[in-house]
Structure formats: structure tokens, C-alpha cells
């Protein structure tokens, strides 16, 4: 073929594609170029094609850049085909979970377990807290107990 005749076709090729496009309705755009992203992979036969028959050092370069860039196409193309597709796939509801009866951890507590209590007593202990709950002296030194140890006392005449 000719160069004329190849930029005939190329240029037949635009208006015909843009003539289909346009009749496309805007809904339907997304799933239409899913499918032609994986009609690339046409593109990529016919560049390993082209490449076993390059010759040079120049158009193999180019031709292995096409390649990789027509093989980056068509794996995005899969997969937001993918990820549309999900989109429209119903989800399985969660089956409800069997209830569990709380009152049975509660009746050990109420019964005085001894058990439960010296592990009770060891995690108030750990967290550096005495049985009246209340915070360890270091703590407490620092804070005035009330508010009329903070105020100034008043001179008396």
C-alpha cells in the first residue's frame, strides 16, 4: 500500500468511529470503552507481529515502548470492566449472628467468683491504682484539694 491510500483508510477510520460513538447513549460510554480497551489486545498481536520483522535498533525501541504501553491498556481496560461489573453485583446479606446470653457472665460476677476478683484486683493493681480506685500519691501531690487553698487569704484589720 501506499502512504495515500494508508491515510485514506486512517482518516475513513476516524469518521466512521466517531459516527458509532455518537449514536452511543452517555449511559452506555463506559461498558463501550471497557470492551474497546480489550479489543487492544488486536493491537498488540499485530505489534508483536510488526516487531519480528523490524529491522534496526530505532524501530524495535519504538516498537517495544507500543507494545508496552498497548499491554498497559488492555490490563486497565480488564480491569475497570472489572470494577464496573462489581458495581453491579448484589451483595450477600450478613446472616445475624446467634445471640449470646450475657446473663451467664453476669451471674459469675454476682455470685463473688474468687477467681474473677483476684484478676480484677491484679488489673486495678498493674494500672498502678489502689482498691479505693483512687490515683496514686505522685499524681495527687501537685493538684490543691480545694478551691480556698488557690485563693489569697483576705487581711483583717
Same mark, same amino acid.
Given at each position: ?119 480484677? &484486683? #491484679? +488489673? !486495678? /493493681? @498493674? $494500672?498502678? *491504682? %489502689? =482498691?479505693?480506685?483512687?490515683?496514686? &500519691? #505522685? +499524681? !495527687? /501531690? @501537685? $493538684?490543691? *484539694? %480545694? =478551691?480556698?487553698?488557690?485563693?489569697? &487569704?483576705?487581711?483583717?484589720?
Amino acid at each position: 500500500m501506499d502512504l495515500l491510500t494508508e491515510i485514506a483508510v486512517l482518516i475513513l477510520g476516524a469518521f466512521v468511529g466517531f459516527e458509532v460513538i455518537s449514536k452511543i447513549p452517555n449511559t452506555l460510554h463506559t461498558p463501550l470503552m471497557s470492551a474497546t480497551n480489550a479489543i487492544h489486545g488486536i493491537v498488540l498481536l499485530g505489534g508483536l507481529l510488526v516487531i519480528a520483522e523490524a529491522s534496526g535498533f530505532f524501530s524495535k525501541l519504538i516498537l517495544v515502548v507500543a507494545i508496552a504501553f498497548g499491554t498497559i491498556n488492555v490490563i486497565g481496560g480488564f480491569l475497570v470492566t472489572d470494577r464496573m461489573l462489581g458495581m453491579f453485583s448484589k451483595k450477600p446479606k450478613p446472616k445475624p449472628e446467634p445471640e449470646t446470653e450475657p446473663e451467664a457472665e453476669s451471674d459469675t460476677e454476682a455470685k463473688g467468683d474468687p477467681e474473677s476478683e483476684s484478676e480484677s &484486683e #491484679s +488489673d !486495678t /493493681e @498493674a $494500672k498502678g *491504682e %489502689s =482498691d479505693t480506685g483512687s490515683k496514686p &500519691e #505522685s +499524681d !495527687t /501531690e @501537685a $493538684k490543691p *484539694e %480545694s =478551691d480556698t487553698e488557690t485563693k489569697p &487569704e483576705a487581711k483583717q484589720d
